[in-house]
């Protein structure tokens, strides 16, 4: 699910990389440029979400709680990242851009409460993965809805994913529609399997136990 492994697959360390590219220095620890490639890694059924019933909620622990339909999602200033992405599955790709709303934004809306502390990310499918707030806020994390100046395709998260780029790809969740805050860390998806809760690529924290 989520740029991550089949869950039927039993949890391993064994990741067999490719050649390195020639600036080492940019890539994580174990991992491999994939070069014009963007690798699909789903493991669930690619749901279809129309954007006319599109809605993206952020609440819990927030004074304020909001929901966007597609129009107004799109009416919100436009922010964007240009840069790397990683995935534990150990393909790195370079010169990523991406188009959409900084989580400062949506989350500045709602105004999270004095306790929060979590971010608990809901997809459509029923993925969900957990970020600590000091991962989203601050330029960053965003709601994308471009990927290389075209719209993304449902195969990687459209019409709007989670972008979370220092992190592991997992956790830039697919297919969003709420963005749930929190007082408690609850773990997702994946770290109810085995991975690790925060995800960093350059530490290396692909699973419960690594730094």
């Given amino acids: 699910m989520n740029d991550t492994p089949d869950p039927a697959a039993p949890v391993t360390r064994g990741f067999v990389g490719r050649e390195r590219p ?10 491999y440029d994939v070069g014009e490639n963007w690798p699909v890694l789903s493991a669930e059924v690619v749901p279809t979400v129309h954007t006319e019933e599109f809605t993206l909620a952020v609440d819990g622990a927030v004074e304020s709680p909001q929901s966007w339909d597609w129009e107004g999602l799109r ?27 900084s989580l400062d934004v949506l989350l500045g809306a709602a105004v999270p409460t004095g306790d929060a502390a979590y971010l608990i990310v809901h ?43 220092h992190l592991y790809f997992w956790k830039s969740a697919k297919w969003v529609n709420r963005l749930e805050v929190s007082s408690v860390d609850r773990p997702g998806f994946w770290e109810n399997n085995g991975y690790h809760d925060r995800g960093d690529p350059w530490l290396e924290q692909r699973y419960v136990g690594d730094p």
Avoid at 22 to 31: I, K, S, V, W
Avoid at 76 to 101: N, Q
């Fill in 22 to 31: 020639a600036d080492p220095g940019r890539l994580p620890p174990g991992q």
């Fill in 123 to 165: 997809s459509s499918s029923g993925y969900t993965t957990n970020l600590p707030l000091a991962d989203v806020l601050g330029g960053k994390a965003w709601v994308v809805w471009e990927a290389q100046g075209k719209e993304l395709t449902a195969e990687h998260g459209g019409p709007v994913r989670l972008l979370v780029p």
């Fill in 75 to 101: 009416a919100l200033p436009h922010d964007g990242y240009s840069g790397d992405i990683h995935c534990v599955t150990t393909w790195s790709k370079f010169d990523m851009t991406f188009t959409g709303v």
